[in-house]
Each structure stands twice: as C-alpha cells, then as structure tokens.
C-alpha cells in the first residue's frame, strides 16, 4: 500500500464529453489510459484517466476532490511501440492498424491533430512538437495557421518520419458538419501527401482528445474517409498506417470492420 502521507490524484476525461477535471483514489494501479467510473452531480460517469500524480498529502486540499469510485478496465496495450513502413512490401494501397506510438513510426509522413495556430498544444501535438525539436515550431510559424479540415505540411526533423502532415480536426458539437470537417481532414491530408511524392503515412484518431469527438464514430469515418480517397486514387500506391493510442481505439477501428457492407475493398481489407 502507498503511505498514507501521500494522496493520488487523477485526472480525467468524461467519455463522450470534453469536460476534464480531478479526483482522487487510494488505488496506487491505476494507469493513465484506465477507465474509471467518477462523480458526476447526481450520477456516476465514466472516465478515461488522462494524468496521474501524487501529492504529499499535507501540500494537497484532499476534501476539495471527490473520489473515483472503481476501476473499469485497464488499459492492455499502451501505445509506446516502433513501427516501421518502410519493410512493407504491399503490391497495393493499404490501411493497417497497430498500437504504436506515431512519434517512433518510420515513414514518409505522419499526421498532427494540430489546432489553428499550428504553434504546438497538447496530447498527440506536444508529443510530436518535443521528438522533433525546435525547428518544428519555427518551420510551423511560417505556415500562419490552419483551417479547421486542412492541411500543411513540414519536414520532420528530429521525429523518423521525413515529413509532418498538420491538420486541424473539428472541436466535436454533434452537428453534420463534424463528420465533414473530419472527412476533409484525413482526405486533405491524403491530397497533401500525393502532390508531394509520399507513398507512405501515419494517421492519429483526429479529435478524439480534447476536441471531444466520440471515439467510435471518429474511427467510422476516419476508415470511410481513407477508404474513399484510396478508391478515388488508385493509380497511385498509397500505404496508411492508423495509429491507435491503446487497444480500445484499435477495438472500435475492429469493430467498425466487422461491420462494414458498403463495397470498399481497401475497408474490407483494413487491418490485414
């Protein structure tokens, strides 16, 4: 048992929702990327566990929290691993899907969920900004910014990938439009990658953190998003690896497949 001097807080998101804040727990195993259940008003939400510390419990207010009340799930398979593209030898466009961390994928490019300014953020857009290194941020000021569904492109710099694809996914407010910027992004990033001679590319799940988009129908239409443009382009070899944060995101891309009758080969095929 951790000493009772200290005090663990967690910080977490609502699923389904952008609110964000803090509670505590006396469970010394839970993990960023668990799912908790917390207090919410009169009802108890689910939470994904974004941020874990631990306090000196005589330096921390513990009765300003209220408490997590158990543990759902853990996270399984966290994505800190390498993938390399370049071993592929796919005779045709492809979609594949792994846990892997996108700041160690070796390929042609990988994709930010970058926001307006294109200045660096938080989540997938820190993590990107710190493994490629200053000249990033100072190539990225050159750009003025980004639409929400479009995309520019940089070098890489420090990260594997040659180049970074930055697009800005829409902030999620359960109107028709959401489905079509998210659309517009993946496709834009695609288009981008083309008129720049680049075969292979690494995806993120686009607004499924802070922008709060709900994960399962964000990896619907990223899959129907890249599916589409691969039929639409296929004089042209194009390699996309979607990249999974943990398994849940890897399971809701699964899912999808499983249930997909629409006639796209490249869907049918994702994964494989």
């Known amino acids: 048992m951790m000493p009772s001097a200290e005090v663990i807080v967690c910080k977490v998101n609502i699923i389904d929702s952008k609110y964000v804040d803090s509670y505590l727990t006396t469970n010394k195993n839970i993990n960023i990327g668990d799912l908790v259940m917390v207090p919410v008003g009169p009802l108890n939400k689910e939470a994904r566990v974004i941020n874990v510390r631990v306090y000196p419990q005589n330096c921390f207010p513990k009765n300003s929290l209220g408490s997590i009340l158990y543990k759902?799930?853990?996270?399984?398979?966290?994505?800190?691993?390498?993938?390399?593209?370049?071993?592929?030898?796919?005779?045709?466009?492809?979609?594949?899907?792994?846990?892997?961390?996108?700041?160690?994928?070796?390929?042609?490019?990988?994709?930010?969920?970058?926001?307006?300014?294109?200045?660096g953020g938080g989540g997938v857009d820190g993590a990107i900004h710190r493994v490629a290194g200053p000249k990033l941020l100072e190539e990225c000021r050159t750009l003025h910014g980004c639409e929400t569904g479009q995309a520019k492109i940089t070098k890489g710099y420090n990260l594997p990938a040659k180049y970074v694809i930055h697009t800005v996914g829409p902030i999620y407010s359960d109107s028709p439009n959401d489905a079509k910027m998210?659309?517009?992004?993946?496709?834009?990033?695609?288009?981008?990658?083309?008129?720049?001679?680049?075969?292979t590319i690494a995806f993120v799940a686009i607004s499924t953190g802070v922008y709060g988009y709900p994960l399962e129908d964000a990896c619907e239409v990223a899959l129907v998003a890249v599916g589409d443009w691969l039929k639409?382009?296929?004089?042209?070899?194009?390699e996309v690896l979607m990249t999974c944060f943990d398994d849940e995101v890897y399971d809701e891309y699964e899912d999808f497949i499983d249930v997909y009758d629409d006639g796209n080969d490249y869907i049918y095929d994702a994964g494989y």
Not at 84 to 111: G, L, P, R, W, Y
Not at 182 to 191: D, P
Request: proline share 0%.
């Open 232 to 238: 639409k382009n296929e004089d042209y070899h194009m």
């Open 182 to 199: 998210l659309t517009e992004c993946y496709q834009n990033s695609l288009a981008v990658a083309r008129e720049n001679n680049l075969h």
């Open 72 to 119: 759902i799930k853990s996270t399984t398979k966290v994505a800190t691993g390498e993938y390399d593209m370049t071993n592929n030898t796919h005779k045709k466009s492809t979609i594949d899907i792994e846990v892997c961390d996108i700041t160690k994928v070796q390929c042609d490019a990988i994709v930010n969920a970058a926001n307006k300014s294109l200045l």
